[in-house]
Nanobody
Framework: QVQLVESGGGLVQPGGSLRLSCAAS????????MAWYRQAPGKQRELVAV???????NYIDSVKARFTISRDNAKNTVYLQMNSLKPEDTAVYYC????????????????WGQGTQVTVSS
């Protein structure tokens, strides 16, 4: 069984910063891709940032130069440093990972965290 546990959300004023963390635990052989999604009220879930096992990174245009995704492979953890936050960044942020489980290589499965609320408001 694999779990993704997020932390770091909260209420912050416009222009402020937050750092989200997501730790994967369980029977993990390898983690291929780790990503952050968000879903604002009344909107579809969208991909915010993604990092693969080789360190290649992509962001949606609206967060480029403000958000930074990183991962610590030794800790099976992905981070999202969010700076210069705007009210439109308000959403539930979800961690996502494609994980190979067990003791040997296998097709990766998609796992989700429970979500953490980020609210940007004065």
């Amino acid at each position: 069984q694999v779990q993704l546990v997020e932390s770091g959300g909260g209420l912050v004023q416009p222009g402020g910063s937050l750092r989200l963390s997501c730790a994967a635990s369980g029977s993990i052989f390898s983690i291929n891709v780790m990503a952050w999604y968000r879903q604002a009220p009344g909107k579809q879930r969208e991909l915010v940032a993604v990092i693969n096992s080789g360190g290649n990174i992509n962001y949606i245009d609206s967060v480029k130069a403000r958000f930074t995704i990183s991962r610590d492979n030794a800790k099976n953890t992905v981070y999202l440093q969010m700076n210069s936050l705007k009210p439109e960044d308000t959403a539930v942020y979800y961690c996502n990972a494609v994980i190979q489980t067990g003791a040997r290589p296998s097709p990766g499965r998609n796992y989700w965290g429970q979500g953490t609320q980020v609210t940007v408001s004065s």
